[in-house]
């Protein structure tokens, strides 16, 4: 998925920061995202995020018609465009990570440490895609995340100073058990 670039995992509360215009991430989340896709940084999404970013699309867009009056029946079909809009935006501009039951497995094993289902599955589609990071504005999960965990903004920062890295080029790198495992193949020939 990576050519040398990090792969970005996004996750559904940015997506929604970036489509719901009352959110207060809105700017963040699309100065991030503009920026990825100008630099050509493959982006993912966890498979369940667009059912999420449809579900809540769908109920805000609702609720915005209601506060403007009735809900009419052609409001609502606005509505449902909008929630399926936005994941097809999704889909245009980041790659789905697919999960099965081993995401759930994961998760399970993750629940000491962080309690909700909802992000662990992220979690293991940060594992399952081999992310080098995680952008999320969920302050728990940017605590107790196992992999590099940013804001929009702080991703945004890492990006534009050159310092973010893809996990392929920097693994063995980072890995003193491939230097020990190099040494010790030298030193026996």
Known sequence: ?????P????????WLDLFLLDRPGRRDAQAFISHALNSEIPLAYASHSALDVYAKAGICAKRFFREAGQLTEAQARAAKTFAWDCAAQMREVATPVPADASDFYYAEKF???HEDLEDNLIL???????????????KRLLRHADVLAKTP??????LKSGLAHGNEDEG???DSAYYLRRWLATERT
């Open 1 to 5: 998925m990576s050519s040398g670039k």
């Open 7 to 14: 792969i970005v995992l996004v996750d559904t509360c940015v």
């Open 111 to 113: 629940r000491p440490l």
């Open 124 to 138: 293991a589609g940060c594992n399952r895609a081999r992310a080098s990071y995680l952008v999320t504005t969920d």
């Open 153 to 158: 903004a702080e991703m945004l920062a890492l």
């Open 172 to 174: 063995q790198a980072r």
